[in-house]
């Protein structure tokens, strides 16, 4: 690891986050750690919030392992289900709930002996038509196998537009489920982050914390900073060349950035192959020893270039911040045309990524 790029990790913001968005009593918070938590690094993320949270969420079974060898105990729910039948086999050894959202999946389980079942939460479609049986056909699930509410069985839905608080798509998915969890008297989760701060009334039995609790926003019309939540990633790389340049001379691949005047460009060692969005046009924000500077022309595979002529004394080996705590990710994703999801979890694996340490009494 001797470039110095890295995504730095900060446990103490994750559970800050998690805390901050954690719905009152009854509700319960599951984590949400698929896709490497974001990015973030799956088992530094479930051993950050090891002691505070019950229960974690991943999108397939092939993510559950690597938390099982790391130590963690806690239940995992499966956001996908079993994507064949061999996931039903595992799902009750390894401490999994299967979110159900199909037939063949439920054929698949329903052929196991009951004691090797795991336990089965049920999807319903409430209105994204993305996974999930529609409320007609869970309601006639639950009546032809009635062994499932024999289990401990919960009604999970998604909402298509909870970033968008006034968009009245969530109140059509609110009633659309309601028809079923309500008749059901099953315990329900919903909730996603946005949902969960905008709309606390779905938070139900279980609500699913994903980018908020990275310190992204999850809501459209608002920053991280205004919902009290703090950068968990710090994308970080350092200066790997310094050049004068003269006005009119331009910048990197295809010439997309000329000098309005004499100036001074840093070359940072990082690029797309890492992670960092080739979408940034010059204009994107990085901090430089703490300073706001921007790019200037295209995104390389290992490089990106920055003006830094307005920065003091900027020198080889400096540190150059790409989001996290000084540069909003939200920020950076808006450049890109993105969402901070897609920056994060893009985050490539030749970043390393290195845990923060809790200081002492800190
Ligand atoms: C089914 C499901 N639940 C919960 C989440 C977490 O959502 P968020 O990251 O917006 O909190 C996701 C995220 O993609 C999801 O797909």
Not at 12 to 39: C, E, H, T
Not at 171 to 178: R, Y
Not at 261 to 276: E, K, L, N, P, W
């Amino acid at each position: 690891m001797s470039r110095q790029t890295r995504a730095i990790i900060h446990p103490k913001a994750l559970q800050a986050n998690f805390s901050r968005l954690q719905p009152s009593l009854p509700s319960r918070a599951i984590a949400v750690i698929k896709a490497d938590a974001y990015g973030h690094g799956a088992v530094n993320v479930a051993s950050a919030l090891r002691d505070r949270c019950e229960c974690f969420a991943v999108a397939i079974c092939d993510e559950v392992h690597p938390l099982r060898e790391a130590g963690i105990t806690q239940p995992v729910v499966v956001l996908e289900g079993p994507h064949d039948k061999q996931d039903c086999v595992v799902a009750k050894s390894s401490n999994c709930i299967l979110v159900v959202h199909n037939q063949v999946q439920l054929e698949w389980l329903s052929e196991l002996p009951p004691q090797h079942r795991p336990v089965i939460w049920l999807k319903v479609d409430s209105g994204m038509h993305r996974l999930g049986f529609s409320v007609q056909e869970a309601a006639r699930v639950l009546a032809e196998n009635s062994w499932l509410t024999e289990q401990p069985c919960v009604l999970v839905t998604h909402f298509a537009c909870a970033d968008e608080p006034d968009n009245p798509f969530n109140a059509q998915q609110i009633e659309q489920f309601n028809q079923i969890a309500v008749n059901s008297g099953l315990p329900v989760c919903m909730a996603n982050s946005a949902a969960t701060l905008a709309h606390p009334e779905t938070s139900g039995a279980w609500c699913r914390l994903g980018i908020g609790m990275y310190g992204a926003t999850p809501l459209a019309n608002e920053t991280a900073k205004a919902l009290s939540l703090e950068a968990a990633m710090t994308l970080q790389a350092e200066v790997i060349g310094l050049h004068r340049i003269k006005k009119g001379e331009s910048v990197g691949y295809s010439q997309t950035w000329f000098a309005d005047r004499d100036s001074v460009i840093a070359t940072v060692g990082i690029g797309y192959a890492d992670g960092y969005p080739r979408h940034c046009p010059s204009g994107t924000p990085v901090i430089v020893n703490g300073h706001r500077a921007a790019l200037a022309g295209r995104v390389s595979m290992d490089m990106i270039t920055v003006d830094v002529t307005d920065i003091p004394e900027v020198s080889l080996q400096d540190k150059v911040e790409l989001w996290g705590r000084q540069l909003p990710v939200d920020e950076v994703a808006a450049w890109a045309g993105t969402i901070s999801y897609e920056l994060t979890t893009r985050v490539s694996t030749r970043v390393p990524r290195v845990l923060e340490q809790i200081s002492e009494g800190a």
